[in-house]
């Protein structure tokens, strides 16, 4: 029901844009959110936006670097990821949420997608 892709190997202060499809049954009405987990760590949130793309919210550390966005008519979400860092390395997984606005917590996410390989070289 979520499809992420778009991960891959880039230098650092390169870009990335990785993309998430959900279906109609499971997305367009819910906000949607970007989580990573880098190895040996615990999942941690990235980035969120609300059902309409009204409003989103990001991690202080990538807050200014990556910029969440959705296309309703597609049911997708994007995030676009530029001047990146080798600690953003770290598979990247999309969620859609319970409700329809954007939120940090993992418990807020009902589904989520297989995740995509991000690894940034320095």
């Known amino acids: 029901q979520l499809q992420a892709s778009g991960g891959g190997l880039v230098q650092a202060g390169g870009s990335l844009r990785l993309s998430c499809a959900a279906s109609?049954?499971?997305?367009?009405?819910?906000?949607m959110g970007w989580f990573r987990q880098a190895p040996g760590k615990e999942r941690d949130f990235v980035a969120a936006i609300s059902w309409n793309g009204g409003s989103a919210t990001y991690a202080d550390s990538v807050k200014g670097r990556f910029t969440i966005s959705r296309d309703r008519s597609k049911d997708t979400v994007y995030l676009q990821m530029d001047s990146l860092k080798p600690e953003d390395t770290a598979v990247y997984y999309c969620a859609v949420g319970r409700g329809s606005l954007a939120s940090t917590r993992i418990a807020a996410y009902a589904y989520w997608g297989q995740g995509t390989l991000v690894t940034v070289s320095s």
């Open positions: 109609r049954r499971t997305g367009s009405n819910n906000a």
